[in-house]
Nanobody, 127 residues
Framework: QVQVVESGGGLVQAGGSLRLSCAAS????????MGWFRQAPGKEREFVAR????????YYADSVKGRFTISRDNAKNTVYLQMNSLKPEDTAVYYC????????????????????WGQGTQVTVSS
């Protein structure tokens, strides 16, 4: 079973940038479609971005498109989320997870379509 650990969160001013990392265990990391989600206090967990096994295909939530970039390094078993032009509404705990299905389907945004969740990393954007 894959285990993931997120890192890279912190406090940043609006307009700033952060890069989150998600380090995964196991030798089959490159076989998995990976995704990032976030959850703000009092809100449901929401989809942010996802990336195909090779990294050649990506898909973003409309709220982050053009500001966030998901990438992966299969040699390092790591998925990244580069977040630029951060806004206070981006404040949340950010999680990475593995898609239950290994085939690339563009639109898979439901948390119940993913497993192997990490503990999350807090991102706070001040205004």
């Amino acid at each position: 079973q894959v285990q993931v650990v997120e890192s890279g969160g912190g406090l940043v001013q609006a307009g700033g940038s952060l890069r989150l990392s998600c380090a995964a265990s196991g030798r089959t990391f490159s076989s998995y479609v990976m995704g990032w989600f976030r959850q703000a206090p009092g809100k449901e967990r929401e989809f942010v971005a996802r990336i195909s096994r090779s990294g050649g295909s990506t898909y973003y939530a409309d709220s982050v498109k053009g500001r966030f970039t998901i990438s992966r390094d299969n040699a390092k078993n790591t998925v990244y989320l580069q977040m630029n032009s951060l806004k206070p509404e981006d404040t949340a705990v950010y999680y990475c997870a593995k898609d239950i299905v290994s085939t690339w389907y563009t639109i898979r945004k439901g948390p119940d379509e993913y497993d192997c969740w990490g503990q999350g990393t807090q991102v706070t954007v001040s205004s």
